[in-house]
């Protein structure tokens, strides 16, 4: 009887292991099909910077200190080489003017400022990567 049961316990270790492994196996793969290319970190990153601007004017409060290094936009290595052009560019200098703008406006266009600068992001995806459009429209403040 103790034999089956210490079978049993090893054979539920050896199962719950396995699992566990094909866990972290499946969280090891990148987001991107294509792969984590340099910009897709990047707007990763500006995703992130602007889910938590989007807390702090929700809570009534001014917007953090403009982050560093977005200017990477129109350098960084995409998944599709085919990316980097001319367009591409083009949206790049909208959203980093939107981004200067909306830290330095003033209280009472923060949001106002803040919603240019996510529609900037929509206006390039709508033409360059319409994938993650759905997620950034959630970052809007309904007007």
Do not use: W
Not at 6 to 12: E, G, N, Y
Not at 32 to 47: C, F, I, Q, W, Y
Not at 79 to 98: M, R
């Amino acid at each position: 009887m103790k034999k089956i049961l210490v079978v049993l316990i090893a054979v539920a270790l050896v199962i719950a292991v396995s699992c566990n492994q094909k866990k972290e196996e499946s969280c090891a793969k990148p987001m991107n099909p294509n792969g984590d290319s340099e910009l897709a970190l990047l707007m990763r990153e500006m995703t992130a910077h602007l889910e938590s601007e989007h807390k702090l004017l929700a809570a009534g409060k001014a917007p953090s200190a403009k982050p560093e290094g977005y200017e990477r936009i129109t350098t960084a290595t995409p998944s599709d080489s085919k990316q980097l052009n001319e367009q591409h560019n083009g949206f790049a200098k909208i959203y980093l003017e939107a981004l200067s703008t909306y830290h330095s406006s003033t209280p009472e266009n923060y949001k106002f400022a803040y919603n240019n600068l996510v529609k900037s992001c929509i206006s390039c995806h709508e033409n360059e990567c319409p994938g993650p459009i759905k997620r950034i429209e959630k970052l809007l403040f309904k007007e």
